[in-house]
């Protein structure tokens, strides 16, 4: 078939696999094998999967090439046609396993897909297997108690970030062209920043969560993880849409994300995130931050600094909300078996469940100033920049969960808050090689325009193209 070129991992994107397999350089099981052989090879080391699923996914990629052999060039009919997907364990699979981390769900096996999991299988997505996550979803660690901790690809020591914690390592690993993630308090731009790779969390309401295991019905967002935004633009419109079916779910119109994608910033207003709550991140951070800032002047915009140091009471409002929602969900759990919880996770149920009442709706009344707050800024900018997170990775060995989740959230979780849609790219990487991420903020329902900045951004630099090199752990 094609050419018969082997696919190679070491580059490969999302779009640029598209592009070879339309033009049949290769088939969509020759390029399912090539990342099966590669989490085969790899998974022993960074620990990204709970459930490799092969053989769905060969039988995925068989119907894909049987599509495409019906297809004429250039009539493609499913926008991720054979494209190998992974996704966190927190979505329901149709007769696969869905453990969300938990040892209370080991051998919980559901009936349907979820929402957004149905969506990337009609656009013609291949499920390569559910990956491993932080226990419920609640931390951003990656250091699960039951299901080990996933290691990352940039240096082993390091945790990954999380929730969403397998599912990045295995786009930064070369193990999948895309994954899907979720994000509360951060748990998709936290180990994208700490990962160099791209993380979106669309607005509120924009892509379904049905069928996502719940840690807070205010606050969870779904988005992608990808090497690139060209590549999170064609999963987010693979995957946006109202579901009637889910209440937290918005009637708003879904824009063509790749239509605009390349018309860059020019004559833009980006407010740079300043003041003593952002410059209390780590030196090398805030010069990546800078250098960002100067990159987007040299594309035509106009950069002003202004003070967003009030975003602090969103981050401890999202905070508030999180562990009291989860506490309610998990209330039977935590009454009946308080010990079939990880000790952080159970630590910080234990103080959502604490929370009076008078905390909680204070917490709600910040959520909807800050939204209206939010709506004022966006009047006069286009974009906010700031840091994804304040530090680079730190040690998986010492690192305590609980205070990681303060700190590491301290510029993601205000965003969850308000239900803006937020961007996560690379942008520098430390003096000891670790990632660093930037973060682009634009206004409810305005994910083009994110996306928008940050492929300008990547045109413009290259660290997107920087991939780690792993070496397996070898018996």
């Not at 297809?71 to 996704?87: H, K, S, W």
């Not at 790749?258 to 010069?287: C, F, M, T």
């Not at 600094?305 to 935590?334: C, P, Y």
Request: hydrophobic content about 45%.
């Amino acid at each position: 078939m094609g050419l018969n070129m082997k696919p190679d991992l070491s580059t490969i994107t999302l779009s640029i696999a598209l592009e070879q397999l339309r033009r049949r350089e290769f088939s969509a099981v020759e390029l399912t094998e090539a990342f099966l052989n590669q989490i085969e090879r790899l998974n022993p080391t960074i620990n990204a999967f709970i459930t490799p699923t092969p053989e769905l996914a060969r039988r995925g990629a068989s119907r894909a090439d049987a599509l495409l052999a019906d297809q004429a060039p250039g009539r493609e009919c499913c926008a991720l046609l054979g494209m190998p997907l992974t996704l966190k364990d927190i979505f329901d699979t149709a007769g696969i396993r869905t453990t969300a981390g938990s040892r209370f769900f080991a051998d919980h096996v559901p009936a349907e897909d979820a929402q957004a999991v149905q969506k990337l299988k009609l656009a013609g997505g291949v499920v390569l297997g559910k990956t491993n996550t932080h226990e419920i979803a609640l931390g951003v660690t990656g250091v699960n108690p039951h299901y080990g901790a996933v290691k990352n690809p940039w240096n082993l020591t390091r945790v990954t970030g999380g929730s969403s914690s397998g599912s990045t390592a295995a786009v930064a690993a070369g193990m999948c062209l895309a994954a899907l993630g979720s994000d509360t308090g951060g748990s998709i731009r936290i180990p994208a920043s700490l990962c160099g790779v791209v993380g979106l969390k669309p607005t509120y309401g924009r892509v379904s969560t049905r069928g996502v295991f719940p840690l807070s019905w205010n606050l969870d967002h779904v988005g992608p993880l990808t090497q690139t935004v060209r590549d999170a633009a064609a999963m987010l419109s693979a995957m946006a849409g109202f579901d009637p079916h889910d209440p937290a779910s918005a009637d708003v119109p879904v824009e063509d994300y790749l239509v605009h994608l390349e018309d860059g910033v020019r004559g833009w207003r980006i407010a740079l995130a300043a003041g003593n709550y952002v410059e209390a991140s780590d030196p090398q951070v805030l010069a990546a931050l800078s250098e960002a800032a100067r990159v987007f002047m040299e594309l035509g915009a106009r950069v002003e600094k202004v003070d967003m140091s009030w975003i602090e009471d969103l981050a401890l409002a999202n905070l508030r909300m999180v562990t009291a929602d989860g506490a309610a969900f998990h209330r039977e759990r935590l009454a009946e078996h308080p010990d079939w919880f990880g000790a952080d996770v159970r630590q910080r149920l234990e103080s959502g469940a604490a929370l009076t009442s008078s905390e909680y709706a204070l917490a709600r009344r910040t959520q909807a100033e800050s939204r209206r707050r939010f709506e004022m800024f966006f009047e006069n900018f286009d974009l906010l920049l700031l840091p994804t997170t304040p530090i680079p990775a730190p040690p998986i060995e010492g690192t305590q969960a609980v205070e990681a989740a303060r700190r590491l959230t301290r510029f993601t979780a205000p965003f969850n808050l308000a239900g803006l849609p937020a961007l996560s790219v690379a942008c520098g990487f430390t003096d000891e090689k670790l990632p660093v991420g930037l973060q682009m903020i634009s206004r409810h329902w305005g994910e083009a325009t994110a996306l928008r900045a940050g492929r300008a951004f990547e045109q413009a630099t290259q660290w997107h193209e920087n991939r780690p090199k792993i070496f397996p752990v070898t018996e």
